[in-house]
């Protein structure tokens, strides 16, 4: 549905209710904001991430950080560990600031000790998600220029098959137990490799044992480096229409805004020195690195990390053995939750913030989850260009409305219509524009992106929303195609791409379908060329070398032609609109 015809619809539907849109205030959401929330922020509070970093584990330095496998460090081991990364980071490998660093891991120790060691010897961090395949390893290495990585072992046959084609000088490899003592850390690693088999084989000629780099950096010197608010922290990559994840250039001031932001959305919920949070979410994606990787550091709270919360049994069991104040996830997560019977007979006496973000929160999820924790489950909306939040429901909202809530703190959003000019009236659909110090600073290495990106300084979302009278926006289309499953982003054109690549396809078109437990799920719809073998199991096999397990797709359609516009270009939402 193209916006000029969501405006036709919202047009008739005032005039068969006889309502009128009312004109929008300047910054209407202000006024509703609950009365302990700033309107303003402060972004430079902190020179850097390192120099919050240094004020939280000094004044927290006897409290816990970070909890996984049943092993705990305190803020002051994190301190210590960290800088021994750094040293060697610096000392041992002769890395400079602004090289990059990816970290390829899951929610394990060592995720902030080297998050925190890269971030203090000055590097800029590249999260790589561990179950890419190895295509798409390959291209997030070669386009952010990474000549040094962190990973598991679990994924070291996957940069076996990539890093030949990209910078990678220095791989250095670590273990799922390397942070848990040596009995329990020695127990653990033998079971993933020789009882659940989880390693499989690599040839990587040469690869650096993560404890040496550990132990080396203990007898090294660290240079704290010279940073500002506009030192590049991190590339997150998100999805690209162009079929390639595109690298956002987050600073330490956009993160250092967002964590600031946070904070006074949910501070009055807060108490410093107190919280125990729960990540579930992996700590590579940029919900979960702001929110519970940064906010709660920031706060001093205990953080529960989660390695594999697709086992709901044992997420379960820590969560009954684990105090926890707060949590975030995603609605599949809670969904799953909620529908368990043993988190139905916990008890949930503390817990006072919890937050959904990375897909739409569905409205029996959000009323379920209260009903059984006693606690509302806050909905936000934000994009990886962000760093990532734009708007949450604030804390004192009753109920579940399907809003995405009001713009955070030091955030300006306008809706605009086709021809960009800013939509005065409520209710009225346009395109959602975001300013504020937490936008990026642009893609890396994609000029002419960040032009059609950026409108006279605001960035384009490409989400169509409406706003009401107080400031509450509604998603209700996407202006591109992008697909959201379980909070991750899926875009047709890499779907499509893997799809041609089988000798039997002549055209594909991927799209976004509704499904109850991921939001959405992708669908395929294929054209075979003439005589062409090819049935939908064969075809979702093919699609599986190539692509992460939620790009998969999970239906296929095998049709004569596709809809496509006067020019031949495919017609994705018609195809949408029929799927659903």
Same mark, same amino acid.
């Given at each position: 549905m193209t916006l000029a015809l969501l405006l036709q619809e919202t047009d008739m539907e005032h005039t068969l209710s006889g309502a009128e849109p009312a004109p929008l205030s300047v910054k209407p959401w202000l006024n509703r904001y609950p009365p302990d929330v700033p309107a303003e922020i402060d972004p430079d509070r902190f020179s850097s991430l390192v120099a919050m970093f240094e004020q939280s584990v000094a004044d927290f330095a006897g409290r816990p950080a970070y909890t996984n496998f049943g092993r705990t460090l305190s803020y002051a081991e994190l301190d210590t560990l960290s800088r021994d990364f750094a040293a060697y980071l610096q000392q041992g490998l002769g890395l400079a600031p602004g090289e990059r660093i990816a970290l390829m891991m899951p929610n394990l120790l060592q995720y902030p000790v080297c998050l925190f060691g890269a971030l203090r010897a000055g590097l800029v961090v590249v999260n790589v998600n561990p179950l890419y395949t190895a295509r798409e390893l390959e291209h997030q290495l070669k386009d952010s220029g990474a000549e040094t990585i962190v990973i598991v072992e679990n994924f070291a046959h996957t940069l076996d098959k990539a890093i030949r084609q990209t910078r990678v000088r220095h791989v250095i490899l670590t273990r799922m137990g390397d942070h848990l003592g040596w009995f329990k850390g020695t127990l653990l690693n033998l079971v993933v490799r020789h009882v659940k088999n989880m390693v499989p084989r690599h040839h990587l000629s040469s690869w650096i044992d993560y404890r040496e780099a550990m132990?080396?950096?203990?007898?090294?010197?660290?240079?704290?480096?010279?940073?500002?608010?506009?030192? =590049?922290? @991190?590339l997150q990559y998100t999805g690209g229409t162009t079929g390639l994840s595109k690298g956002a250039m987050l600073s330490h001031r956009n993160m250092l805004a967002n964590v600031e932001q946070c =904070?006074?959305?949910?501070? $009055?919920? =807060?108490?410093?020195?107190?919280?125990?949070?729960?990540t579930a979410l992996p700590l590579y994606h940029v919900f979960a690195l702001t929110v519970n990787g940064l906010l709660f550091l920031r706060l001093g709270a205990q953080n529960l990390l989660i390695t594999n919360p697709r086992d709901i049994p044992a997420f379960v069991k820590a969560l009954k053995s684990y105090p926890f104040t707060c949590l975030t996830g995603v609605n599949t997560l809670f969904n799953a939750l909620v529908n368990n019977t043993d988190f139905q007979g916990s008890h949930f006496s503390r817990l006072k913030l919890t937050i959904g973000g990375g897909m739409s929160v569905q409205r029996a999820v959000a009323e379920q989850w209260e009903a059984i924790t006693g606690c509302k489950l806050l909905e936000g909306y934000g994009l990886t260009e962000c760093s990532p939040l734009v708007t949450v429901c604030p804390y004192d909202m009753e109920g579940y409305s399907g809003s995405i809530g009001l713009p955070v703190c030091s955030t300006e959003v306008r809706l605009v219509d086709d021809e960009g000019r800013e939509i005065r009236l409520s209710h009225t659909p346009g395109e959602?524009?975001?300013?504020?110090?937490?936008?990026?600073?642009g893609y890396w290495g994609q000029q002419e992106r960040d032009e059609r990106s950026f409108h006279d300084g605001w960035l384009r979302t490409g989400d169509i929303a409406t706003m009401d009278e107080q400031g509450f926006l509604k998603i209700v289309d996407r202006k591109k195609d992008m697909i959201l499953v379980s909070g991750f982003n899926v875009f047709p054109n890499e779907i499509e791409e893997v799809a041609m690549l089988h000798k039997a396809v002549l055209e594909a078109a991927a799209v976004g379908v509704p499904s109850?437990?991921? +939001?959405?799920?992708?669908?395929?719809?294929?054209?075979?060329?003439?005589? +062409?073998e090819l049935d939908e199991r064969a075809l979702i096999r093919h699609c599986r070398q190539y692509l992460t397990a939620y790009k998969v797709p999970k239906m296929v359609? @095998?049709?004569?032609?596709? $809809?496509?516009?006067?020019v031949g270009k495919i017609l994705r939402r018609e195809l949408r609109d029929q799927a659903a």
């Amino acid at each position: 549905m193209t916006l000029a015809l969501l405006l036709q619809e919202t047009d008739m539907e005032h005039t068969l209710s006889g309502a009128e849109p009312a004109p929008l205030s300047v910054k209407p959401w202000l006024n509703r904001y609950p009365p302990d929330v700033p309107a303003e922020i402060d972004p430079d509070r902190f020179s850097s991430l390192v120099a919050m970093f240094e004020q939280s584990v000094a004044d927290f330095a006897g409290r816990p950080a970070y909890t996984n496998f049943g092993r705990t460090l305190s803020y002051a081991e994190l301190d210590t560990l960290s800088r021994d990364f750094a040293a060697y980071l610096q000392q041992g490998l002769g890395l400079a600031p602004g090289e990059r660093i990816a970290l390829m891991m899951p929610n394990l120790l060592q995720y902030p000790v080297c998050l925190f060691g890269a971030l203090r010897a000055g590097l800029v961090v590249v999260n790589v998600n561990p179950l890419y395949t190895a295509r798409e390893l390959e291209h997030q290495l070669k386009d952010s220029g990474a000549e040094t990585i962190v990973i598991v072992e679990n994924f070291a046959h996957t940069l076996d098959k990539a890093i030949r084609q990209t910078r990678v000088r220095h791989v250095i490899l670590t273990r799922m137990g390397d942070h848990l003592g040596w009995f329990k850390g020695t127990l653990l690693n033998l079971v993933v490799r020789h009882v659940k088999n989880m390693v499989p084989r690599h040839h990587l000629s040469s690869w650096i044992d993560y404890r040496e780099a550990m132990a080396r950096g203990r007898t090294m010197s660290y240079r704290r480096p010279e940073l500002n608010g506009d030192s =590049l922290a @991190f590339l997150q990559y998100t999805g690209g229409t162009t079929g390639l994840s595109k690298g956002a250039m987050l600073s330490h001031r956009n993160m250092l805004a967002n964590v600031e932001q946070c =904070l006074g959305v949910y501070g $009055p919920c =807060l108490t410093p020195g107190e919280e125990k949070v729960v990540t579930a979410l992996p700590l590579y994606h940029v919900f979960a690195l702001t929110v519970n990787g940064l906010l709660f550091l920031r706060l001093g709270a205990q953080n529960l990390l989660i390695t594999n919360p697709r086992d709901i049994p044992a997420f379960v069991k820590a969560l009954k053995s684990y105090p926890f104040t707060c949590l975030t996830g995603v609605n599949t997560l809670f969904n799953a939750l909620v529908n368990n019977t043993d988190f139905q007979g916990s008890h949930f006496s503390r817990l006072k913030l919890t937050i959904g973000g990375g897909m739409s929160v569905q409205r029996a999820v959000a009323e379920q989850w209260e009903a059984i924790t006693g606690c509302k489950l806050l909905e936000g909306y934000g994009l990886t260009e962000c760093s990532p939040l734009v708007t949450v429901c604030p804390y004192d909202m009753e109920g579940y409305s399907g809003s995405i809530g009001l713009p955070v703190c030091s955030t300006e959003v306008r809706l605009v219509d086709d021809e960009g000019r800013e939509i005065r009236l409520s209710h009225t659909p346009g395109e959602m524009e975001v300013r504020g110090p937490q936008v990026m600073q642009g893609y890396w290495g994609q000029q002419e992106r960040d032009e059609r990106s950026f409108h006279d300084g605001w960035l384009r979302t490409g989400d169509i929303a409406t706003m009401d009278e107080q400031g509450f926006l509604k998603i209700v289309d996407r202006k591109k195609d992008m697909i959201l499953v379980s909070g991750f982003n899926v875009f047709p054109n890499e779907i499509e791409e893997v799809a041609m690549l089988h000798k039997a396809v002549l055209e594909a078109a991927a799209v976004g379908v509704p499904s109850g437990e991921t +939001g959405e799920m992708v669908k395929l719809v294929v054209v075979k060329k003439p005589g +062409g073998e090819l049935d939908e199991r064969a075809l979702i096999r093919h699609c599986r070398q190539y692509l992460t397990a939620y790009k998969v797709p999970k239906m296929v359609e @095998f049709r004569d032609e596709l $809809p496509k516009t006067n020019v031949g270009k495919i017609l994705r939402r018609e195809l949408r609109d029929q799927a659903a």
